[in-house]
């Protein structure tokens, strides 16, 4: 574990230490679920940790390589306790609230205006996943969204589940039996966004032949973002080519057959049982996991021999 470092999330105007927020996510699931266990007399073990995958092309001690203007966690609990209870998720929201208000204060990060509830597409239709969200007063940030998944698991191991619902999202957007879609410069940066972080998720996982197809169009992109991008044609010209090369579909081989082989179809993640909310098939923790935890270990090991 590197050293305790709390002035140093923020790294300048512009960049966040995303090894530092990674732990302080943990921190505050981990604050939030004794506070709540104590209330209601049981153990509520909460995992947490960043989504969004924006640490997997991060500098080598952890450091965003682009503007991070939106935060994102995904947080982990489990079924079958108080929490079931709309009342105990209620005043789990607000412990939330607090100590997300709390915490980030202490960066000059203004957290208010929560609103919770929101339910995820594509997530279980009996036990969906949500969302809280708090805007920055202080502007230093856009804001920051926690997604609440109801099932105990490892971060890692929800961040694999959590692709299903990525790729599906992608597939949508970037069906090759529609016209491309239109929008804005901001929307299509955060859909290319999204390919790249999906691509260094799963890459693991990826087939050997569709990692050789992928790998040039990712390496382009990837340098479009980390040198900014901003003028329109450059931003649709890049989406045409994750479009006609069809990444999303390489992506969703990679998920389709190890869930296949556990009688799962991805295509139908919100019908599957409730207790498999954030199942992950040995398969894809063998090749995942590792790849996820082991990224934040170099993070912590390059911060201690900088700071040794």
């Known amino acids: 574990m590197a050293p305790e470092a709390p002035n140093k999330l923020l790294v300048s105007a512009t960049r966040i230490n995303l090894y530092y927020l990674h732990d302080l996510f943990q921190e505050i699931a981990t604050e939030v679920g004794e506070r709540i266990g104590s209330d209601l007399g049981v153990d509520i073990p909460l995992t947490a940790g960043m989504w ?3 640490y997997l092309v991060a500098d080598p001690t952890g450091v965003s390589r682009t503007n991070v203007k939106r935060l994102y966690s ?3 609990f489990p079924q079958g306790t108080p929490l079931d209870r709309p009342e105990a998720f209620e005043t789990l929201m607000r412990y939330y609230r607090d100590s997300l208000k709390e915490h980030f204060s202490e960066f000059r990060i203004q957290l208010d205006q929560p609103t919770w509830g929101d339910v995820i597409p594509y997530s279980n239709r009996k036990r969906p996943t949500t969302a809280m969200q708090m805007v920055d007063t202080s502007r230093r940030i856009n804001f920051a969204r926690v997604f609440f998944v109801p099932n105990q698991a490892t971060w890692a191991e929800s961040i694999v589940f959590d692709m299903i619902r990525n790729v599906r999202q992608l597939r949508e957007l970037l069906d090759i039996d529609h016209r491309p879609r239109i929008a804005g410069v901001a929307e ?3 859909l290319l966004q999204d390919i790249l972080i999906t ?11 569709f990692e050789e197809h992928a790998n040039p169009i990712i390496k382009e992109l990837y340098g479009k973002f980390v040198t900014g991008m901003s003028n329109r044609a450059e931003v649709e010209d890049q989406y045409r080519k994750v479009y006609a090369n069809a990444l999303a579909y390489g992506y969703e081989e990679a998920l389709e057959g190890p869930y296949k082989k556990e009688g799962l179809d991805i295509f139908q993640v919100e019908n599957w049982p409730v207790e498999k ?3 992950v098939p040995d398969e894809l923790k063998e090749k995942l996991v590792p790849h996820l935890e082991g990224t934040f270990e170099k993070f ?3 911060l201690t021999v900088q700071q040794a």
């Open 277 to 279: 909310i954030n199942f």
């Open 199 to 209: 691509y260094f998720t799963l890459r693991p996982a990826l087939t050997p032949d």
């Open 52 to 54: 969004g995958g924006s």
């Open 74 to 76: 995904i947080v982990n």
């Open 188 to 190: 299509l940066k955060f």
């Open 300 to 302: 912590s090991y390059n």
